[in-house]
């Protein structure tokens, strides 16, 4: 099964990490600043949309009242 | 310190096992220029980076290569899931999975054990970088 959510956030995080990158040797840099704040943004959102449908990402943040992280596809499995 | 994201970088999906191809890309996990030695050349090598934007790089880099470590370890998984005696014996898995089974080991193609011999820390910010060119420059541009 294909998983466009998971996709998406992968993609937003990916880019915001390169930017996050390129930050770190140009921290005065505005447009990749600004780029930085746009995938920020676009993360978070794909970041809750993916966790309301699949649980946790991390051990910290799990919200519910029971401990959803454990369950679920761990990421090395594929969707086998 | 770190957290662990319950996600891949970017997604790894075999379709068809193959341990073959697995015994050549288990060396992107322990081999000389896999990504366990990366990670670690990066993250051994931070304490003694001087300034700040590089103290950074460093960090993130050596992390990121963790997040590749994973990749590599997932495709080696899924590479040799559900193979048959026939299939490791044909594909010469065997002499891997008599001490392994199909348990992730680092180690390089010639099943050489992972060893931090594979990256150096010298405690001298240019010395380290020199050897970071070397590492992850020259030698995977020149494979590929």
Sequence with gaps: ?80 | MWVYEKKLQFPVQIEHPDPSFAKIVITQIGGPDGELSASMRYLNQRYAMPYDRVKAMLTDIGTEELAHLEMVSAIVYQLTRNLSVDEIKKAGFDAYYVDHTTGIWPQAASGAPFTSTYFQSKGDPITDLMEDMAADGAALYDQH
């Design chain 1, 1 to 80: 099964m294909h998983d466009d959510v998971l996709t998406q956030l992968q993609m937003y995080d990916f880019a915001l990490q390169e930017a996050a990158l390129f930050l770190n040797s140009h921290p005065h840099d505005k447009e990749a600043l600004s780029y930085y704040r746009t995938m920020q943004c676009c993360s978070k959102q794909a970041r809750e949309e993916y966790e309301a449908l699949h649980g946790p990402l991390t051990n910290r943040e799990n919200n519910s009242c029971s401990w959803e992280y454990i369950h679920g596809k761990w990421p090395w499995e594929g969707d086998k």
